[in-house]
């Protein structure tokens, strides 16, 4: 197995980076469940905490594209990302030194 990029380790570093909140981790944990999306509304009711730190925590895992946003008239619509299931994974294999 080849030696990852130095591109590599660093995405993959910010992706851990990202995932090291565990509020962070509640909200991908409710949007990966989900069997649609769900609104900010159904997250901040669901994780526990308010809209603002809710939104604060969307908007970091959004840039990392954990999550992926959709505005629906007055709504925000997020759902995770489904090219993280096996991108994550991947990226924990090869940082191990383990194919996939």
């Known amino acids: ?3 990852p990029t130095e591109v590599e380790f660093e995405e993959w570093s910010s992706w851990f980076k990202c995932l090291a909140d565990p509020t962070r981790l509640r909200i991908l944990h409710f949007v990966s469940t989900n069997s649609e999306p769900a609104t900010v ?3 901040v009711e ?3 905490k308010s809209q603002s730190t809710v939104s604060k925590h969307l908007q970091i ?3 990392q594209r954990f999550v992926l ?3 629906d ?3 925000t619509l997020v759902s995770a990302n489904p090219a993280c299931m096996t991108e994550l994974p991947a990226a924990a294999a090869a940082i191990m030194g383990n194919s996939v």
């Open 41 to 43: 509304g159904q997250i």
């Open 46 to 48: 669901a994780v526990g």
């Open 61 to 63: 895992l959004s840039e």
């Open 73 to 75: 008239g007055i709504r």
């Open 1 to 3: 197995m080849s030696l």
């Open 69 to 71: 946003t959709e505005a």
